[in-house]
């Protein structure tokens, strides 16, 4: 099944799974069943990605992004193999998702007069307190 994220749909050849065995508690089961999902998609060589949600994607400081520009996600919260390749594709779908929006841009702005004169009058008050701890003052 294809992992949709709002209109763009990314087809199951550009997965790739690998099943290990999750870390962590869990008994005898953790350590027979490859239960944790690693789930890879080249981000950078995806044809199913438009160019600028690609761009986006990849210019996130992501860790989860290797230098080449493959997503690896890491799904071992479940202990059925199947669930945690729902919850793989789940946080794919959703990085995905974060990538679709474009930042607003940022207007810049000058702080007002009377902001500015605040600014400087506290400044001068802690000033004045700083100066008056100093042991010259002190007769």
Known sequence: MPVTAAHIEIPEAELVERFVRAAGPGGQNVNKVSTAVELRFDVAGSPSLPEPVRERLLARR?????????????????????????????????????????????????????????????KRQRSTIKRGRSPQNWD
């Open 62 to 122: 992501d860790r989860r992004v290797t230098g080449e520009g493959v997503l690896v996600i890491n799904a071992q919260r479940f202990r059925t193999q199947e669930r945690n390749r729902e919850d793989a594709r789940e946080r794919l779908a959703a990085f995905i998702e974060a990538g679709l929006h474009a930042p607003k841009p940022r207007i810049a702005t000058r702080p007002s007069r009377g902001a500015r004169e605040r600014r400087l009058g506290e």
